[in-house]
């Protein structure tokens, strides 16, 4: 009977033992599940330290939620709210793209520097211009 327990541990937080991942998950961040969308996003957000990834900043919109286990917020979440903050970061993409589409936005020019990059300019229905750099600064340009 003591060894049947012991194998149905999943883990322990503070000595003591915990029988699934959602309660190790809740156990080791003070509270019980997340069911707010706006709190879900804001706890993420406080977990990747102001959506941080590889030394740049991010927003939630362009912030990879990677499946590995030890990326954040990943392994603070229960595996029902990660899959809840994936959709809602997928809203939040297509939402944007459907906004982007709306500005009509038109290639105007192509720039070739002496670095090898390349980098287009566009223009939208108002006016506004962008600058996409599409081949960053490589290489030598002496053979």
């Known amino acids: 009977m003591k060894n049947e327990k012991a194998k149905r541990v999943y ?5 003591r033992p915990v029988y699934s991942r959602d309660e190790y998950v809740y156990a080791c961040r003070g509270f019980g599940a997340i069911k707010d969308d706006q709190d879900l996003i804001a706890f993420a957000e406080k977990a990747t330290h102001g959506w941080l990834y590889a030394g740049w900043k991010r927003n939630f919109r362009t912030y990879y939620l990677g499946d590995y286990a030890l990326d954040e917020p990943k392994c603070s979440l229960t595996e029902t709210e990660y899959a809840r903050l994936k959709e809602l970061q997928k809203e939040a993409q297509k939402a944007y ?16 520097y002496a670095d090898n990059s390349v980098e287009e300019i566009w223009r939208d229905k108002d006016g506004i211009e962008k600058r996409v750099m599409v081949i960053p600064p490589h290489g030598d340009v002496c053979y």
């Open 97 to 112: 793209e459907k906004a982007e589409n709306a500005r009509q936005w038109k290639q105007i020019n192509i720039v070739v």
């Open 11 to 15: 883990g322990t937080v503070n000595s």
